[in-house]
């Protein structure tokens, strides 16, 4: 009962095999959630930002627009929908070159419909349990702050000397969990888990690429980072100079 009581969650698949699409489109709207189908790079990007979806799944090889560039250009427009990339290309510079646009996860065809299932519930979980916890905080514990950044949990916002920056929603759990955290020492497995609510071997470049894309917003220098810091052979962590307001 207390299911029907929350409101459907919203997909949007851009995906030009119409096959792939169908199948994929009909296990997710018997999972429970409302699916829009886009099937060429325009007709997803037109769809993308006329509406409001909670999750994007998105083709990296698309007629018209490609998968990258329709990323690229929603986290340009501040757009920051959780994005799952689905390409049937599995190099390591394919996979990182999505995530560095701003995908949030990564899964390479052939895929199983339960491996996709789970990884939009992953997702989505991590965005619902992120939105929760936000609720449940107090107004005194809204602001974090850290040198030049500040970083208010109720408004999901980070400031950098006073300037807004643009986070996707992946980029501000992963700086909100290590400000949360200053001073502990995380592998990228662990990240895998506590951020992207799922761990699975062969992703750690998941977390580095979030990390190099977190580090070139908020780092003054970020060959040389005070914030987020690399502690070598083990993982990374946060400095521990935060203070709470």
């Given at each position: 009962?207390?299911?029907?009581?929350?409101?459907?969650?919203?997909?949007?698949?851009?995906?030009?095999?119409?096959d792939?699409?169908?199948?994929?489109?009909?296990?997710?709207?018997?999972?429970?959630?409302?699916?829009?189908?886009?099937?060429?790079?325009?007709?997803?990007?037109?769809?993308?930002?006329?509406?409001?979806?909670?999750?994007?799944?998105?083709?990296?090889?698309?007629?018209?627009?490609?998968?990258?560039?329709?990323?690229?250009?929603?986290?340009?427009?501040q757009?920051?929908?959780?994005?799952?990339?689905?390409?049937?290309?599995?190099?390591?510079?394919?996979r990182?070159?999505?995530?560095?646009?701003?995908?949030?996860?990564?899964?390479?065809?052939?895929?199983?419909?339960?491996?996709?299932?789970?990884?939009?519930?992953?997702?989505?979980?991590?965005?619902?349990v992120?939105?929760?916890?936000?609720?449940?905080?107090?107004?005194?514990?809204?602001?974090?702050?850290?040198?030049?950044?500040?970083?208010n949990?109720?408004?999901?916002?980070?400031?950098?000397?006073?300037?807004?920056?643009?986070?996707?929603?992946?980029?501000?759990?992963?700086?909100?969990?290590?400000?949360?955290?200053?001073?502990r020492?995380?592998?990228?497995?662990?990240?895998?888990?506590?951020?992207?609510?799922?761990?699975?071997?062969?992703?750690?470049?998941?977390?580095?690429?979030?990390?190099?894309?977190?580090?070139?917003?908020?780092?003054?220098?970020?060959?040389?980072?005070?914030?987020?810091?690399?502690?070598?052979?083990?993982?990374?962590?946060?400095?521990?100079?935060?203070?709470?307001?």
């Open positions: 009962m207390q299911a029907h009581s929350n409101p459907v969650q919203a997909l949007l698949i851009v995906e030009d095999n119409r792939i699409a169908g199948l994929v489109a009909l296990h997710l709207r018997d999972a429970g959630y409302a699916v829009r189908l886009a099937h060429d790079g325009r007709e997803g990007l037109c769809c993308a930002q006329a509406t409001a979806f909670d999750l994007i799944l998105l083709d990296l090889m698309l007629p018209g627009i490609d998968g990258i560039d329709i990323c690229r250009q929603l986290r340009q427009q757009n920051n929908t959780p994005i799952l990339m689905l390409t049937a290309r599995s190099t390591e510079v394919d990182v070159l999505g995530l560095n646009v701003g995908a949030d996860d990564y899964l390479t065809k052939p895929f199983s419909i339960h491996e996709l299932l789970a990884r939009v519930k992953a997702i989505l979980r991590r965005v619902q992120s939105r929760d916890n936000l609720h449940l905080e107090t107004s005194r514990d809204d602001n974090l702050r850290v040198g030049e950044i500040e970083i949990r109720q408004g999901r916002s980070v400031k950098k000397a006073g300037t807004l920056i643009d986070l996707t929603v992946r980029e501000f759990e992963l700086l909100l969990h290590f400000a949360v955290h200053p001073g020492v995380y592998s990228r497995a662990q990240l895998l888990d506590n951020v992207w609510g799922h761990g699975h071997d062969g992703y750690e470049h998941t977390v580095n690429s979030h990390i190099n894309r977190l580090r070139a917003k908020i780092e003054p220098d970020p060959a040389n980072p005070r914030y987020i810091l690399t502690v070598w052979g083990v993982g990374y962590k946060f400095t521990e100079a935060v203070a709470a307001s």
